[in-house]
């Protein structure tokens, strides 16, 4: 059976057995802020895609220091100025060195606090 996804700016089927998110993403460009759950640090980041259950972030070379896989977040996600943000537990699931002052990483979201 093939689902439609979004790969970059095209859409095209894949097979649903290759595709292993379980809630379809969209790309959206918003601010985030992650920090650990013991408020010493906050980074701000930007989001490259959202679903229900997890985003992609661009974080700088200073923040992809203190992203370890299985790191469990505070994030707050800013989808415009008018609303407050939403403020949610994540856990970091990969983390990829793109560019020398820029990374990416995969954050499932899990518990979200509003």
């Known amino acids: 059976m093939n689902i439609l996804c979004k790969q970059g700016n095209k859409y095209s089927f894949v ?9 379809p ?3 959206l ?5 992650f920090g650990d759950l013991d ?6 980041a930007k989001s490259i895609d959202l679903s229900l259950r997890g985003a992609g972030i661009q974080v700088t ?6 992203l370890s896989l299985g790191d469990i977040l505070q994030v707050w996600i800013n989808l415009s100025n008018k ?6 537990f ?3 699931v990969w983390v ?10 995969g954050i499932e979201l899990r518990k979200v606090l509003c």
Not at 29 to 33: E, G, H, Q, T
């Open 90 to 92: 994540g856990k970091v």
């Open 96 to 105: 990829k060195k793109r560019r020398l002052f820029y990374s990416r990483a």
């Open 15 to 23: 097979d649903k057995q290759t595709e292993r998110r379980a809630y």
């Open 39 to 44: 408020n010493r640090y906050k980074f701000k």
């Open 83 to 88: 609303l407050k943000p939403i403020h949610c």
């Open 29 to 33: 460009d918003c601010r985030i802020i």
């Open 61 to 66: 070379a200073r923040a992809n220091n203190f």
């Open 25 to 27: 993403r969209i790309n």
